[in-house]
C-alpha cells in the first residue's frame, strides 16, 4: 500500500512558477514509475510528466508541458516533484501524482489507467 499527498499548488500570476511535492509512504519507492495528471473542471484527468522507477533516467511529457515543466525524484525523501515554470491559465487544474509499480527500468506510463495509486490533488490556479 503506497499513500501519496501532493502539495505546493495554488495561485500564481500568468508566468509565474509553482513546485509540486509529492511525498510517498511505504516501502520500495523506487520501485515505482511516478506520473503527475491534471483534471480541470469539466475535463477528464489527463497525463502531464512521467518518471521512470529507479534512478528515473527517463521522463516524459505532454506536449503542453514540455520546456516548462521538470519532474524529478528523489528517492532518499521517497518524494517526486513537478517543477511548474511560465505557468498559463490554461495550466489551471488539479494536479494529482499517480504511482505504478513496475519491474521495468526505463518505462514510462502515460495513462492515468494504468496506475496504481493516487494522491487527493493539489489546486493550482493560474490568473490571467
Known amino acids: 500500500q503506497v499513500q501519496l499527498v501532493e502539495s505546493g499548488g495554488g495561485l500564481v500570476q500568468t508566468g509565474g512558477t509553482l513546485r509540486l511535492s509529492c511525498p510517498a509512504s511505504?516501502?520500495?519507492?523506487?520501485?515505482?514509475?511516478m506520473g503527475w495528471f491534471r483534471q480541470a473542471p469539466g475535463k477528464e484527468r489527463e497525463f502531464v510528466a512521467v518518471?521512470?522507477?529507479?534512478?528515473?533516467?527517463?521522463?516524459y511529457y505532454a506536449d503542453s508541458a514540455k520546456g516548462r515543466f521538470t519532474i524529478s525524484r528523489d528517492n532518499a525523501k521517497n518524494t517526486v516533484f513537478l517543477q511548474m515554470n511560465s505557468l498559463k491559465p490554461e495550466d489551471t487544474a488539479v494536479y494529482y501524482c499517480?504511482?505504478?509499480?513496475?519491474?521495468?527500468?526505463?518505462?514510462?506510463?502515460?495513462?492515468?489507467?494504468?496506475?496504481?495509486?493516487w494522491g487527493q490533488g493539489t489546486q493550482v490556479t493560474v490568473s490571467s
Open positions: 499517480g504511482a505504478k509499480r513496475t519491474v521495468y527500468n526505463g518505462r514510462v506510463f502515460y495513462s492515468a489507467d494504468e496506475y496504481d495509486y
Open positions: 511505504g516501502r520500495s519507492f523506487s520501485s515505482y514509475a
Open positions: 518518471i521512470s522507477s529507479k534512478t528515473g533516467g527517463t521522463t
